[in-house]
């Protein structure tokens, strides 16, 4: 397949070409001349923007780089070397000139006669960012981005052993699928067993973290870090109460479906009660899908996939493997997770994750996927706040395609059977990752509203929204001492704080878009695209708009979708 069709970014030339950041001596000249250079019209105006976004782009890929390296190897010295520098030592003065020039961009007395339709989102963020910045919160932002960074450590050299090996927690957790169910609980208990180890060592550090993160707030004139929090991620489209009706819809219209499926579930497998590690199991009793059998496999099928939908989807991911830009493998000292890494100046985005040749490698390189096409679709527009899409939006993108996607997976399962067990296990994610994203969102707002709360009450809180969205078909062993500590797992609470509704909001804009695509796939993947393409030069509600959507989580909505879902899972359990 060829990739040659990628149209390549275009360059300013602000910066001299092979520019290359170092250290804060050699970038500072660039900065202040921006700061000081005379700006006598419109179109000079116009200049300074591209320049100084020329600029912002720069660093950004730099930065991203630094921070890709300290997750492919958290072992790396040199990497975390790098990355320590930039946030202690760039970051900070990076932080205080922009500021000064976001000042002088609002302060031109030629900024009324920028074309508004271009220059809206742009300068509504930048309008945003002036009146939340504090001097103060730079040093405190900088003590908690490198706080922060010892959740990962943490858990990226956690193993457990099993039949005498030793694997990660990635490579442990594929082995709930297996249908010996004594396998399924010895190794769900290791892995629990494993993160109370550090318990203390995490509960600590969310300490000094709210500490921290409430004084940022208090700086910034807000009574609480989530009200500051909003403000700072630009939320103009949803307010808290908007979270507040997502929660409540999850709860009274998705959780019920929730409980239909875990009792499906309970019945194939023919068990009196429904426990933790009988959630990952084929509900047949099945050994687990085995969609490839390695790294070049999975790619290859991807893209394959991928060009069913759209050919030019899978000529992005060609040429992301083209340059190296795909770390897919699980690995000792490498970081959880995955994620896509929109790398702007190139305009070639990096995608990491674990592989452990599960089925769940499929759904989340499909996700990743859906990112990295949004930032192909987005990469010829100057701005960078173009490309920069918010979370509501990018995960709209990634989700999507997770759906879309589906029905072309015979690709990966050309027995009727699989395909049929595949379908029916990405439906029931789909519908039960929405209580999981309501209960750590909620938990969130908790916490940050009370900010001088105890453990033994943050203990309590948590235990009461987590039943308020727990299955009631599953039965959990609370003694057990598990259940109390399960936020530790969510990465987002300690490292990005209220970035994590937007899954579920995303979710049912994914879910309303395959509803379209069954019913009409050339037009949907049009509107899709076209959405896409707007990238960040519109609100999200008009982008949801523009994709045939909406951007909604009333509780009929809410219950249609649900419906919607629950009915194609009924014909799969026949």
């Known amino acids: 397949m060829s990739a040659a069709t990628v149209t390549p970014v275009k360059k300013s030339s602000f910066l001299p070409k092979g520019f290359q950041l170092t250290t804060w001596e050699a970038l500072e000249p660039y900065f202040d001349e921006l700061l000081h250079r005379p700006i006598h019209s419109v179109a000079e105006l116009e200049q300074w923007i591209l320049d100084k976004n020329q600029l912002d782009m720069a660093l950004g890929e730099e930065l991203s780089w630094r921070y890709i390296r300290i997750t492919r190897n958290s072992a790396d010295e040199a990497a975390a070397e790098a990355y320590n520098y930039a946030v202690e030592h760039l970051t900070p003065r990076i932080t205080s000139y922009e500021h000064h020039l976001d000042q002088k961009l609002i302060k031109s007395p030629f900024l009324q006669s920028l074309d508004t339709s271009k220059y809206f989102i742009y300068l509504r963020s930048t309008r945003n960012a002036a009146e939340v910045f504090c001097e103060a919160n730079i040093p405190l932002a900088t003590e908690i981005q490198i706080k922060s960074k010892e959740y990962v450590k943490i858990f990226s050299e956690m193993t457990i052993g099993f039949n005498g090996q030793q694997m990660t927690l990635q490579k442990a957790i594929a082995l709930l699928e297996q249908p010996d169910r004594s396998t399924r609980e010895a190794v769900y208990h290791q892995i629990h067993q494993r993160i109370l ?255 001088a709360h105890t453990r033994e009450e943050r203990k309590v809180a948590w235990m009461e929204i987590l039943q308020e969205f727990t299955s009631t078909e599953v039965e959990r062993i609370h003694a057990d001492g598990y259940s109390e500590y399960l936020w530790h797992k969510q990465l987002h609470i300690f490292e990005v704080p209220f970035y994590y509704v937007e899954y579920g909001m995303a979710q049912l804009g994914a879910i309303a878009l395959w509803k379209q695509y069954r019913e009409d796939p050339e037009g949907t993947i049009h509107r899709f695209i076209n959405a896409m393409k707007l990238g960040y030069t519109r609100p999200i509600t008009e982008i949801y708009e523009a994709a045939g959507i909406r951007f909604d989580f009333s509780r009929p909505y809410v219950r249609s979708l649900g419906e919607f879902v629950r009915k194609e899972l009924d014909l799969l359990m026949q």
Not at 263 to 280: A, H, I, Q, S, V
Not at 400 to 429: C, Y
């Open 197 to 451: 180890q550090d318990k203390d060592h995490f509960e600590a550090l969310f300490d000094v973290l709210l500490q921290k993160r409430h004084q940022m707030a208090l700086n910034a004139g807000f009574e609480n870090f989530r009200d500051f929090k909003f403000r700072a991620l630009g939320r103009f489209d949803y307010t808290a109460k908007d979270c507040e009706d997502f929660h409540q819809a999850i709860a009274g219209e998705i959780l019920p479906v929730v409980n239909e499926i875990n009792g499906y579930r309970k019945r194939m497998l023919n068990l009196d009660k429904l426990r933790p590690w009988d959630l990952f199991v084929d509900p047949s009793g099945l050994k687990p899908l085995t969609p490839f059998q390695s790294i070049p496999e999975l790619i290859n099928k991807v893209m394959l996939c991928l060009s069913e939908l759209h050919p030019s989807f899978g000529v992005y991911l060609a040429k992301m493997q083209e340059m190296g830009r795909l770390d897919l493998e699980s690995r000792p000292s490498k970081r959880p997770g995955g994620y896509n890494m929109p790398l702007m100046t190139s305009g070639v985005p990096f995608i990491f994750m674990n592989a452990t040749n599960s089925f769940s490698d499929l759904r989340t390189l499909m996700h990743e996927s859906g990112h990295a096409i949004h930032s192909f679709l987005t990469r010829h527009y100057p701005l960078k706040t173009a490309k920069r899409v918010p979370s509501e939006v990018a995960e709209l993108a990634a989700m999507t395609m997770e759906l879309l996607s589906m029905e072309h997976w015979g690709v990966f399962f050309p027995d009727a059977d699989d395909l049929r067990r595949a379908r029916f296990a990405q439906l029931e994610f789909v519908l039960k990752v929405l209580p999981w994203i309501a209960t750590i969102d909620k938990f969130q707002h908790w916490l940050y509203l009370h900010p």
